[in-house]
């Protein structure tokens, strides 16, 4: 069945460092990967998303890559700051599927 | 325009009770989605409903749960029987009509059911 993995479960990185998250999904037929931010006791919300037809996509502080053949995409927070620890989930869905497979979470800790 | 709702935000039920779970969607969204989230793990699709049709609930256990989105109102999530294991988050999202999942879903604040 479809499955996306996620990597590392936990990162801790120095305030101002660059914080790498990885993502690796099943299903080939997947073509739109979002990420979303979740604090503690809230809702998660999106922060960035990519689609299949490009290969990288920046907003500020946050990049996404996506590699089609090797079925993997990253989510890159440069100059990280205290206010970004929080779980960071990824997610893909396919057209004509109605489900968005998460991943398990990777839990960011920055450091001040 | 207000956010994704959902009440109650939290709910304390004794095994074998039920739970009932509300969820309304975003002005002019028609498509919902419910997830459940275990403590420290990830989101678990349960099931995606549109206005009175459910379209996949491949995620959602076979017995004791259940899922409406009637024609006026909310989402309901019910849970019958409710044992321990059920004490989780549970999250709405949901996206405007003429979507596929492929378009952004907004997410509510979650129910967090705890049975005792």
């Known amino acids: 069945g479809e499955n996306v993995e996620q990597h590392p479960s936990t990162l801790s990185v120095q305030e101002g460092d660059s914080a790498v998250i990885k993502c690796t999904y099943s299903?080939?037929?997947?073509?739109?990967f979002p990420w979303y931010k979740q604090e503690l006791g809230k809702r998660p919300q999106l922060i960035i998303d990519?689609?299949?037809?490009?290969g990288e996509k920046k907003d500020q502080r946050i990049a996404v890559t996506l590699n089609k053949t090797a079925k993997h995409f990253s989510l890159h927070i440069t100059e990280t700051q205290p206010e970004d620890s929080a779980v960071y989930f990824c997610?893909?869905?396919?057209?004509?599927?109605?489900?968005?497979?998460f991943g398990a979470g990777t839990r960011l800790f920055v450091k001040a | 325009n207000a956010g994704v709702m959902q009440n109650p935000r939290h709910l304390v039920r004794r095994r074998g009770q039920e739970a009932r779970l509300r969820c309304s969607p975003m002005k002019g969204h028609s498509h919902v989605y419910w997830y459940r989230q275990l403590p420290e793990e990830g989101l678990k699709f349960m099931v995606y409903?549109?206005?009175?049709?459910?379209?996949?609930e491949s995620g959602m256990p076979k017995e004791r749960f259940s899922a409406e989105f009637p024609k006026e109102g909310p989402s309901i999530l019910r849970i019958q029987q409710v044992v321990r294991g059920d004490s989780a988050a549970y999250f709405c999202?949901?996206?405007?009509?003429?979507?596929?999942?492929?378009?952004?879903?907004?997410f509510g604040p979650g129910t967090r059911l705890t049975v005792l």
């Open positions: 299903d080939s037929a997947s073509n739109y």
């Open positions: 409903l549109q206005k009175e049709n459910i379209i996949d």
């Open positions: 999202a949901s996206s405007p009509p003429g979507s596929r999942v492929t378009d952004t879903q907004y």
């Open positions: 990519i689609r299949s037809n490009v």
């Open positions: 997610a893909a869905s396919k057209p004509g599927g109605f489900k968005t497979i």
